[in-house]
């Protein structure tokens, strides 16, 4: 059975720091790309991350760059969201998915076979 469980997810005060997991199973990992997305009510889901499982290579969406950090422990099959500097407008659910390795860098949500059921993350400013 194929599972993301996203775990990290809490309360913050604007400008602290929350590090986000998920972790895959069911799945070939290492041919995957893992993107982290996240979604606030009334709004379309909204790609914030994703990393490539063979080569590491990430993608940032411009309004995380400088702030989050996505990296991935292949022998744990986990890839951890590092989110810092975290504001108001960061407050979403948010989601880790799977997709082909062709597709790391979209935030396309369709290009993204599996999803987690999500953590919240709330900022106080």
């Known amino acids: 059975e194929v599972q993301l469980v996203e775990s990290g997810g809490g309360l913050v005060q604007a400008g602290g720091s929350l590090r986000l997991s998920c972790a895959a199973s069911?799945?070939?990992?290492?041919?995957?790309?893992i993107g982290w997305f996240r979604q606030v009510p009334g709004k379309e889901r909204e790609g914030v991350s994703s990393?490539?499982?063979?080569?590491?290579?990430?993608y940032y969406a411009d309004p995380v760059k400088g702030r989050f950090t996505i990296s991935s422990d292949n022998h744990k099959n986990t890839v951890y969201l590092q989110m810092n500097n975290l504001k108001p407008e960061d407050a979403a659910v948010y989601y880790c998915?799977?997709?082909?390795?062709?597709?790391?860098?979209?935030?396309?949500?369709?290009?993204?076979?599996?999803w987690g059921q999500g953590t919240q993350v709330t900022v106080s400013s």
């Open positions: 998915a799977a997709g082909g390795l062709y597709y790391a860098g979209s935030y396309y949500p369709g290009h993204y076979d599996y």
């Open positions: 990393i490539s499982s063979t080569d590491n290579r990430t």
């Open positions: 069911g799945f070939n990992f290492d041919v995957y790309a």
